[in-house]
């Protein structure tokens, strides 16, 4: 790992981040991207892969992908509810994993209520290959 670019790339995060906004610390040091996709009610969030995200048997941790997941669930509830969702409960299946490339998450409704969401998230490379899949329950704030 290239000490030099981590302390770079940590201190961009901290001047990136600014509480109750979208500009949040996590999401600039692992590079997050957004889209949102209105037509199909969808948001899919990017991140390069990297070394900091590896487990110790050097693959991605499953808390990243979980993360990345959540992340992009919470954001779809967010932007196409009437108000901000919380998770309730996650559940997440890791079908492969991958060192290089890209992550690329998305995530849509698979039942929009008043009250609570029933989120799908799919978790894949920059080759279109299934990683994993998180299923979620989100409650409205």
């Not at 992340?71 to 108000?83: K, R, S």
Request: aromatic share 12%.
């Amino acid at each position: 790992m290239d000490e030099r670019k981590m302390m770079d790339r940590f201190k961009q995060a901290l001047q990136d981040h600014e509480d109750g906004t979208p500009q949040l610390f996590m999401y600039s040091l692992l590079d997050f991207s957004f889209e949102y996709d209105e037509e199909k009610e969808m948001v899919v969030v990017k991140a390069p892969i990297s070394e900091i995200m590896y487990n110790p048997v050097g693959y991605i941790h499953g808390g990243i992908i979980t993360y990345m997941a959540d992340t992009a669930m919470g954001h779809l509830c967010a932007a196409f509810g009437d108000q901000p969702s919380v998770s309730l409960e996650l559940k997440t299946q890791f079908f492969r994993t991958t060192k290089t490339g890209e992550l690329i998450t998305k995530a849509y409704f698979i039942k929009k209520g008043k009250q609570v969401q029933f989120v799908e998230c799919r978790i894949e490379d920059d080759q279109e290959r299934l990683l994993s899949k998180v299923t979620g329950t989100f409650y409205t704030v």
